[in-house]
C-alpha cells in the first residue's frame, strides 16, 4: 500500500484529485496490473496486484481474470469507477484478441457488480491527461512518474500504466472547472 498527499499530486501534475472517490485501474496485459485507488480529504491511497497469464489454456485465463477481479473488487469499499486500458492494435492479432476480450471481461465484472462508471482508455491519453510521456517505452514512463512524484516509489515496472488509469479514475484535468 501506498499513501500519497493530495497536494503532492496537485502541485507536480496538471490534474485536480476528486476528494473521497474510489477507482480501480486495470493495464490489461499477459500479466494484468490491477490498481485499487481511495482518495480521502488529504491522501490518495493505492493498492495494487498483478494476475499473471501463464495458462495454456484460454478459457482458464478468462475464468481466472474473471474470479481474480471480482474478489478484487468486492473486497473494497464502493468503486465510484472503473478503467480499464484501451486495446492498441500493433501486428499480431491474436494479442489483439486476448487483451480485447481482457478488455471486455473486467467491463462486464464491474457492470455486474453495480459500478456506474466504466470506461476505456488509451494508454497514451491516460499518460498524457497526468504530464507523462506518451508514446514511450514504459520504462520511461516509469522513470518520468517517480520524476514527478519523487517520494514515491514504484518497484515493478509493469504496474505504472495500472496506477496511471486508476489516478485517471480520481482525477479532473486543471482549469476546466
Do not use: W
Not at 499477459?30 to 490498481?35: E, K, Q
Not at 485499487?36 to 499473471?52: G, N
Not at 491516460?126 to 510521456?133: C, D, E, I, M, T
Amino acid at each position: 500500500m501506498i499513501k500519497i498527499p493530495i497536494k503532492v499530486i496537485e502541485d507536480n501534475m496538471p490534474v485536480t484529485v476528486i476528494r473521497n472517490r474510489t477507482s480501480v485501474g486495470v493495464d490489461t496485459a499477459s500479466r494484468t496490473g490491477i490498481c485499487l485507488a481511495r482518495s480521502t480529504d488529504k491522501d490518495v491511497v493505492l493498492d495494487y496486484s498483478f494476475l499473471a497469464m501463464t495458462s495454456s489454456n484460454k478459457y482458464h485465463k478468462y475464468n481466472t481474470l474473471i474470479d481474480h477481479m471480482q474478489k478484487f473488487i468486492v473486497d473494497g469499499a464502493k468503486i465510484d469507477i472503473v478503467v480499464v486500458e484501451e486495446t492498441f492494435f500493433s501486428t499480431n492479432a491474436k494479442v489483439f484478441q486476448f487483451l480485447s476480450r481482457i478488455g471486455g471481461m473486467v467491463y462486464t465484472v464491474a457492470h455486474l457488480l453495480h459500478i456506474k462508471e466504466k470506461v476505456f482508455i488509451a494508454a497514451v491519453s491516460s499518460r498524457k491527461a497526468l504530464g507523462l510521456p506518451t508514446n514511450k517505452k514504459k520504462h520511461v514512463v516509469h522513470e518520468a512518474f517517480h520524476d514527478a512524484l519523487p517520494n514515491v516509489k514504484i518497484e515493478d515496472i509493469d504496474i505504472i500504466d495500472g496506477i496511471i488509469l486508476a489516478l485517471n479514475g480520481l482525477t479532473k484535468p486543471k482549469g476546466l472547472i
